[in-house]
């Protein structure tokens, strides 16, 4: 698939550059709007124009829709007010209002200047709900019905408007723009008398959000109840727009690489990874690294406070980071579950005994089969094998308590913030290895020294 | 939204248990099939089925498809041979599909004799296509057209075949089984003549999966075109099927949920993290627990071979911790960017000239950075503000040098692995961060020992 991509994209490069204008456009023309957006990507800058003009008009805006920001913004700069508009008429009221979001402020106000009276005063109005909100995401264009409309009018009304409405198979029934019920095409089509007021067979039964619910709320709705839109209400219960699926599939996207990114200790990022300067991915990524690099103060200090202990016993050192990294390992296993779980909403915070106790037994299980198991290894491999004679029995009993007694507290730290941080309404994804792995680095070289200390009687 | 929902919850299960039957089924009857199934969730055994015969029929068929396997199954068990058969008929065919494919064997044959004869051939068709295909998500059950019909012909046939359909939106045009086109009810809906033959108005240039491709395409496939449904093919290029979104929206979320749990040194679950046994979470934690315990034999050898050099400056110990989790973090924020990126498909193999000197360029960055910070916090803080005399300049060099070079091996070690498995056709995930810390570990104590044998002269 992504190698006969690559060949096209080549292919039609090389027509754009022979100027086999007509044959490039055929060929355009059969393609899907994301896969030509996808062509444009790998383009330089002044070809963009150029292949873009020859996209027959409404293609042209569902291209459009499809592209990066920053090739958005070249091609309206290229633009004349004429071609602008041609453009802006083509597109729904929530990719404007997204492409307003994205644009420098000298293009906003060319767009706005372009667009008809009613589009710019949509946008004007979701541009005025808080980014990241139901209200941000939501379209103004959806079919809404009367409740004393019979199947026949409602299905003609369908038919009148639909053509301009970003959905037409959910329609909403108002009344004094109240939201009373929806119907969906399929109910009206299937409905067995044309002349039954669709008062009596809407869905009353509704689940809607409000302008002001966050987007991830309303992204974990659509992949709960798999709906095609999602009515957007405000505070009166008045219907204000709708969001569609496309859209929460797109945030359900970005929330999840957000977390990922979080998780592995970075500041989320706004664009992808080849469009981002190093600038951008270095203003990301340092705040973690540096934090972490000056935290680890903390085991220096640990390591510096049993020096007399290490320097009778050298060996002890060859095993710091084995015990560093399988805590680090087993707490980052937990925190990340967790994590994922919460955010699936398949683990609330009042469920944090039962995670508690199955991570206290988990632990237990894996912390006594991998100390064992290092056991063995030790004695088999690290004293025999390599010849290491300074691990006595004592030493590598030292070793494996610690080993048990880190996981098993890893695991726990690491189930245990998580939840926390969910009580607190603190993104449970910072609460992700990195930050556990410091502190779990701590607590185990804390746990091995004092072992050591102990059973070693140094 | 969560808290009002355990009130609810909580207020069913206490009308269960007063026996206030008619009440709870009028409520029951107003909530959503996902919501109902939560409520399931929470409840004891014997209550289960004591609720769900309270449902009405299509509600609680609805409310079936949304439970987990093991209340479906404790159902079936206790269900009359006519009670299945009331809630299979019901069922769309995908839905039945995925029921045999997580009940046990006696329960299957239970299921296949109730089914009516054309589901149960269409449920035999479906399972014979391998695990986690196109083949293995779709449904048959779509709305097929002649090219031949009109508008009007299409609608009428739509509205007298839709209500066993998943979706009547998005029809399909067929001739002899090949598929030729696709026409939305939008586009029949606001067709100008109703005398127009589809064939006519038809999209013919179609993107199809075909049974065998895997679910983690077909998923790629929505979330880039945003359709409502995808048409499944066989090699012929006949018709067998179509996949909707509402499955393609499950997969994404396993296929994350499986990146995520690889990422973090985990295998795969089958299960949500409370249904799953600590002996299954002890079976997906331990591997690569143990793998990267045992891995550990080499920083252990590498101190061991330095031994003589640690003996002589044992403050250099204390900044191993340091120098590990620094250049671990590195190397899964570089790793972890690219396996979402690769996932994502923002960025292809083709692209790794581009990706590696980005990542070369971010690493000199982020790592003179970290080093000029380190410096001066060894200087101040360990030095003056500890008081730890044995921290000389070059000791402070050393380490610093050290940690420049860590922070640029260790990205560029994280984002060269992941394309190489992606190159190699394995799955970038794996090689994340616990298997890149391991390398890096062992990388950073080489740098670090080879630094200070040299300019320390040990």
Redesign the interface.
């Known amino acids: ?2 190698e006969r991509f ?1 060949i096209l994209e080549k292919t039609l490069v090389k027509m754009l550059e022979d100027k086999k204008y007509s044959v490039l456009r055929d060929i355009l023309m ?3 709007p ?1 896969d030509i957006a996808a062509i444009f990507a790998g383009l330089q800058d002044q070809k963009i124009s150029l292949m873009f003009r020859l996209l027959p008009k409404e293609l042209a805006a569902e291209t459009f829709v499809e592209m990066e920001a920053e090739e958005q913004e070249l091609l309206i700069q290229g633009f004349s007010d004429n071609e602008l508009k041609e453009v802006l008429d083509e597109l729904y009221v929530d990719d404007a209002t997204d492409l307003v979001e994205e644009m420098p402020a000298n293009v906003v106000k060319r767009i706005l200047r372009q667009a008809d009276p009613e589009m710019r005063s949509a946008i004007n109005q979701i541009l005025k709900y808080p980014e990241n909100s139901a209200g941000s995401l939501m379209t103004t264009e959806y079919v809404s019905l009367r409740p004393d409309m019979t199947v026949e009018e409602s ?1 003609l009304r ?2 009148r408007q ?2 301009d409405k970003e959905t ?2 959910t329609c909403y029934v108002t009344k004094d723009r109240k939201l009373l019920g929806l119907i969906t ?2 109910d009206l ?2 409905a067995e008398d044309d002349e039954t007021p669709i008062k009596d067979i809407m869905l009353t ?1 509704l ?1 809607s959000v409000t302008t002001h619910t966050d987007q991830e ?1 309303v992204a974990r709705m ?5 709906f ?1 839109a999602l009515p957007v209400v405000d505070k009166e219960n008045r219907m204000v727009g709708i969001v569609t ?2 859209d929460a ?2 945030v ?2 970005e929330e ?2 957000e977390d ?2 979080l ?4 500041l989320p990022s706004e664009k ?3 469009r981002s300067s ?2 951008e ?2 203003k990301n ?2 705040p ?3 934090l ?3 935290s ?2 903390f ?3 640990i ?2 406070s049993f ?1 007399d202990a ?2 009778m016993q ?2 002890l ?6 015990l ?3 805590g ?3 707490g ?2 937990s925190s ?3 994590i ?2 919460l955010s ?5 915070f ?2 944090w005994p ?2 508690l106790w ?1 991570e206290i ?2 632990s237990v ?2 912390g006594v ?2 100390a064992l ?2 056991f063995v ?1 030790i004695w088999l ?2 004293r025999w094998l ?1 010849g ?1 004679t300074q691990i006595t029995l004592m030493v590598n009993v030292v070793v494996c308590l610690a ?1 048990l007694v880190t ?1 098993i507290a890893s695991k726990i730290v690491g189930a245990v913030l998580p939840m926390a941080a969910k009580r607190i309404k603190l993104d449970p994804a910072v609460m992700a ?2 930050f556990i ?2 502190i779990v ?1 701590a607590l185990s ?1 804390l746990v091995y020294f004092l072992f050591a200390k102990t059973l070693l009687k140094l």
Chains 1, 2 share one sequence.
Do not use: H
């Open positions: 698939m992504t690559e059969t393609m899907n994301a299905i369908i038919r639909g053509v037409i198979y095409v399929k089509l299937l039964n689940i709320e659509f992949s709960k109840y798999n095609l699926f496309d599939m797109d359900i996207e999840t690489t990922i990114e998780m592995s200790g970075m992808t990874y080849l190093i600038w991915l270095f990524r340092i973690w690294l540096m972490l690099m000056v680890a103060t085991t220096g200090m390591i510096n020096e290490l320097a050298v060996v050192t060859a095993f710091i980071p084995m560093m990294g399988t680090g390992n087993s980052s296993q990340v579950t967790i994922r779980a699936l909403d398949e683990v609330r009042s469920d039962a995670v199955k037994r988990t299980l894996c089969v991998l198991v290092c290894k491999v690290d390599l290491n080993l996981v290895s990195p792995t410091t680095d070289l």
